[in-house]
């Protein structure tokens, strides 16, 4: 979090440990699910007449509650949700047979690699990256033949 709020633009290690000699698609997806929440919050609040919802203040008024008020319904999913963390009560969570967070990321992950099919690059993107390739492989081509003369 704090590196996101100081402005970093690069997110590393997601899914290493050990010092990056292991790789876990379970901690991959755990971490993803952070991360979301972190750029929520990178993001900021929306300050506009709908947000700041003075006609509901007025309404509801001084010592009264917002929780059940139909405004705060209608906008109290636009923060972070997680898909994995669990924020039931726990009465509802054991009732539920207490789902396990790295049980959920494991089958998430074996859900992606099952299931997703990325979208494929834009053509002009993927016609660079190929230029870009050929170039490399020219120019270590070129290398390797100066080496062996």
Known sequence: MLPALAGANLI??????DSGLTWDYAQAVMENEMLE??????KGISISDEQIAFDVVKQVGPGGEFISHDHTFEHMKEQSQGKL???RSREI????GRPDFVEKAYEKALDIIKNHKPE???EDVQKSLDSIFEEAEALSKERKAKEAS
């Open 93 to 96: 969570w054991e009732a539920s």
């Open 37 to 42: 929440m972190v750029l929520q919050t990178v």
């Open 120 to 122: 494929p690059l834009p």
């Open 12 to 17: 590393y290690g997601i899914g290493m440990l």
């Open 85 to 87: 963390i669990d924020r």
